[in-house]
Nanobody, 124 residues
């Protein structure tokens, strides 16, 4: 079993920053790549960012490039999402996920382990 627990969400104003954390526990050797997804009300869950085990490769959806940074600390089994210059359209529940299959790294179906989500609300 793998457990993923997100933290760091909250209510901020446009232009502010937040850092999300995702702590993994359990059979952490079951996966390598980690990702962040988000789901806004009435919308499908979408890819935000991902990072390979080494941290050498990172991937972002276009709308967050230059504003968000994903990183990881394998010693702590923790992945982070630094979010800067937040916009109201970033408002969503943010989910941490662990990839355990061969689908493209931005594909939701490639992630078999999910956290419970943390709410991020950006006011204008």
């Amino acid at each position: 079993q793998v457990q993923l627990v997100e933290s760091g969400g909250g209510l901020v104003q446009a232009g502010d920053s937040l850092r999300l954390s995702c702590a993994a526990s359990g059979r952490t050797r079951s996966f390598n790549d980690m990702g962040w997804f988000r789901q806004a009300p009435g919308k499908q869950r979408e890819f935000v960012a991902a990072i390979t085990w080494s941290g050498r490769n990172t991937y972002y959806t276009d709308s967050v490039k230059g504003r968000f940074t994903i990183s990881r600390d394998n010693a702590k089994n923790t992945v982070y999402l630094q979010m800067n210059s937040l916009k109201p359209e970033d408002t969503a529940v943010y989910y941490c996920a662990a990839r355990d299959s061969g689908w493209e790294i931005f594909e939701l179906r490639g992630y078999g382990y999910w956290g419970q989500g943390t709410q991020v609300t950006v006011s204008s």
